[in-house]
């Protein structure tokens, strides 16, 4: 299948400052895509030339083929980390005003506010002032601004700041409902879990490069360690050719809990045959990296001098 | 999307002729021009239903009291007696002065003469007593040095300087200096205050935009031209909105006003013009009633009969103008200047963050036009085709002000046509060079502006 979005060979500069260098990513269709990178690594620059509110110094933007033109910015919704309404205009009026913007005709766009509204309980706030509104119900208005249009290609930078945790299950639920509808979501966020739970693919930009990208399962894959960890009751040979002890947990009742790193050639089946002729096993269980922590290890090794932000968990 | 401008210009203007502060400013300004034009009026009825009566107590023996003129403001009523009894009497009477010729006032030597009042004297009416003392003095010593009555009288003069304005083609003009430099103060005025208002209600519009962080989901939306323009545009509808309502308001206002004392103004006018040649029966003589009206009129321009005969010259000065080079200039230069300046505020409101911030970068933009604006009804005005008024009508940051200033009083074609030209492609220049500083400036937080960041801010690829 066609990818929905390509960036082939990305690049900008403002003045000085490289913000993407040389970065090229395929998104495939109907799927969610997780764009991660500490702060400043040119996530937003991206997403800005993709909105076209930028220009790319060099490379392209292929919207299912076609060279990214005008005529795409009614297919692409944005939902910029930072938030803004007009304070003083009503939520109605606002949404209105933003969905017209984007192309939709007064009666399309007026039917399409009232499913909205009603669906997230935002009925009595229509005539309302958005600077009236809390902030999690302007978040829901701007969300709501975001994909009125039903656009194939939804940006969503840190969707869930400000929402309490029903809410962000809310708009969470919203989120996978439109990628089953067919909308393709790129999700910037430093939210590990929900990369995990909600993404099919992830990219991994740092300074201003792409450093890792491809499907969650692939990614996570490629970053295992063949580290098990262990319980059980027993005396566990600490040195072995085959495997190494990196921890060792001594529990009452001659209990223990390890972990266990293979050497190459090694199964985990191997391992598992050792411990039965040793000790008794009550828990075997593979060590597989969190994204969390790939993209702690990754960032690491491309940025060894600076001090790394660590990404809220 | 080209729809997109109207649609941005259309909310800009909506939500902004929706407030209630601006219902309250198309309100209250009209009621402010009417309530002073009221108080004109008020003034110069007030003044005409009033004559001063002045006793007169003459020891001169010489009937210079019994030839004293009355006018329409003061009325000369001679008394007898003592000086010790007359002022007592006056303090009791409703007369408003009394006047003292002393024993021995000579044409040689006229002092002693006191003016008696019951407050302090208003310097109108210590002037209106001088001046008819100062005609009988004069008159008197022409005669004693040995002219005629006849010769007197035929002395007088009544000057009254038509100005004739010679135009190219040699056609003769009636034109009225006052009422051209009129003309061109009232344009330019309003020109510097267009621009002034709404040029910062742009700027202001543009900070609260990015203050309130909208910019990404608008230009992720639209294009930034699109966003500036859209803006600008739809300001000046509120702007011109604004001024229409305040001229239709104003005037509606201000003849409500002028109605309740019309038949008041027309009768004093009426009855001055009659009253005049009866009650001075001396002038009368002489002159003929209308002349003497006028020559009332040279000394109390206050009066209605003056104000009427004023206005009439107005239109007959409007008349010889070149009215249509006014409007079609006026409207281009009145859209000329506010697009250029309106730019420019655009661009200092989407390249500082903070409000407070933008002192430093108004200062070089409003510089010019407060400058042409105050040379413009300095030295423009009293020199229309001065080498000054030529190359400020061509600078684009000054021609809106200086050539409206020019306007009314005739400007040569071509340097009309350059002065457009060039202001044309000052306009376009100045959005160019906003619109990319926009561009860049909206979404530029945090950052200290420098004028050297500016610069580098034009040469960003979009």
């Known amino acids: 299948m066609q990818p929905a979005l390509e960036a082939l060979n990305v690049r900008k500069t403002y003045g000085e400052h490289v913000a993407l260098n040389d970065v ?16 400043g690594a040119g996530k937003t620059s991206l997403i800005r030339i993709i909105t076209q509110i930028t220009g790319a110094d060099g490379g392209e933007i292929r919207i299912r083929g076609e060279r990214l033109a005008p005529r795409h910015i009614a297919e692409i919704g944005y939902l910029p980390e930072e938030r803004g309404l007009y304070k003083k205009m009503k939520v109605g009026e606002q949404l209105l005003y933003l969905a017209r913007l984007k192309g939709l005709s007064r009666t399309d766009a007026t039917q399409r506010i009232k499913a909205w509204i009603q669906r997230f309980d935002l009925t009595p706030w229509v005539e309302k002032n958005v600077e009236d509104l809390s902030k999690g119900m302007q978040q829901k208005v701007q969300f709501i601004a975001t ?8 940006i969503l930078d840190e969707p869930f700041s400000g929402f309490d945790p029903i809410n962000a299950n809310l708009i969470k639920d919203e989120i996978l409902a439109l990628r089953d509808k067919g909308a393709t979501i790129i ?7 929900s990369v995990e739970e909600m993404c099919d693919n992830i990219a991994l930009i740092n300074r201003s490069r792409k450093v890792l990208d491809g499907p969650v399962s692939t990614v996570k894959d490629t970053f295992r360690t063949q580290t098990y960890s262990v319980e059980g009751k027993g005396r566990l040979m600490v040195v072995h050719p085959d495997f190494e002890v990196l921890e060792h947990h001594e529990r009452e009742n001659d209990h223990f809990h390890d972990i266990i790193r293979l050497h190459a050639g090694t199964t985990p089946n191997d391992l598992l045959r050792y411990l039965i002729g040793n000790v008794e096993v009550h828990a075997f269980r593979e060590l597989i990296p969190s994204i969390n922590e790939i993209f702690i290890r990754r960032v690491r090794e491309t940025m060894p001098e600076t001090l790394v932000e660590e990404p809220v968990a | 999307m080209p729809s997109n401008f109207w649609l ?28 002073f034009g009221f108080f004109i009026v008020k003034i110069a009825t007030s003044d005409n239903d009033t004559q001063d009566v002045v006793q007169v107590l003459d020891m001169s023996g010489q009937r210079l009291g019994a030839r004293l003129v009355s006018t329409k403001q003061m009325q000369f009523k001679p008394v007898q007696g003592t000086l010790e009894t007359v002022k007592k009497d006056y303090l009791k009477s409703e007369a408003d002065g009394l006047l003292y010729l002393p024993a021995g006032l000579s044409l040689e030597a006229p002092r002693g003469v006191q003016l008696y009042a019951k407050g302090n004297v208003s310097i109108r009416k210590q002037q209106a007593v001088e001046n008819a003392l100062d005609k009988l003095f004069s008159e008197d010593k022409m005669l004693a040095s040995g002219l005629s009555q006849e010769k007197l009288d035929a002395l007088k003069t009544n000057i009254d300087v038509a100005s004739i ?87 509606g206002a201000t003849s409500a006003i002028t109605a309740l004392f019309a038949d008041k103004l027309t009768a004093t006018a009426k009855t001055e013009m009659a ?10 003589q002489v002159m003929g009633g209308a002349e003497v009206a006028s020559a009332d009129n040279a000394a109390t321009p206050a009066d209605p009969a003056a104000a009427v005969s004023e206005r009439f010259s107005v239109f007959k000065a409007l008349r010889g103008l070149p009215l249509g080079m006014i409007v079609v200039g006026f409207v ?8 250029l300046y309106g730019a420019l505020f655009g661009a200092i409101g989407a390249a500082v963050d903070d409000q407070t911030d933008t002192q430093q970068f108004m200062f070089p933009i409003t510089m010019p036009l407060i400058l042409s604006y105050i040379i413009g009804v300095s030295v423009i005005l009293r020199n229309p085709d001065g080498p000054v008024a030529f190359w400020m009508s061509m600078i684009p940051f000054t021609s809106p002000i200086a050539m409206v200033i020019r306007l009314p009083f005739g400007v040569p074609v071509w340097q009309l046509a350059l002065s457009v030209a060039l202001l044309i492609v000052g306009f376009i220049g100045t959005v ?20 050297r960041e500016l610069s580098k801010w034009l040469f960003y690829k979009g």
Request: glycine residues 10%.
């Open chain 1, 24 to 39: 090229s990513l395929e998104i495939p269709d109907r799927s969610i895509y997780g764009l991660l990178g500490p702060n």
């Open chain 1, 147 to 154: 994909v009125l249009h039903e656009p194939s290609i939804i």
């Open chain 1, 187 to 193: 999700l910037a966020t430093h939210r590990m879990e």
């Open chain 2, 8 to 35: 941005i210009a259309q909310r800009e203007y909506l939500t902004r002729v929706k407030k209630r502060s601006f219902l309250i400013m198309t309100l209250l300004v009209p009621l402010v021009v009417a309530a």
């Open chain 2, 165 to 251: 304005n010679l135009d190219e083609s040699g056609k003769e003009k009636n034109s009225n200096a006052l009422a051209t430099s009129g003309i061109a103060y009232a344009l330019a005025l309003l020109i510097y205050l267009f621009i002034f208002m709404y040029g910062v209600q742009i700027m202001r519009g543009v900070g609260e935009e990015k203050s309130s962080r909208i910019m990404e989901v608008m230009l992720s939306s639209v294009k930034p031209f699109d966003l500036m323009m859209g803006k600008i545009v739809g300001i000046a509808g509120v702007g011109l909105t604004q001024f229409l309502l305040w001229g239709i308001l104003s005037v």
């Open chain 2, 275 to 284: 009253a005049n040649p009866g009650g001075t029966e001396r002038a009368a």
């Open chain 2, 332 to 339: 281009i230069y009145f859209l000329g200047g506010y697009l």
């Open chain 2, 432 to 451: 160019w060079v906003a619109a990319r500083i926009y561009r860049v400036g909206v979404l530029m937080y945090g950052k200290k502006i420098t004028y």
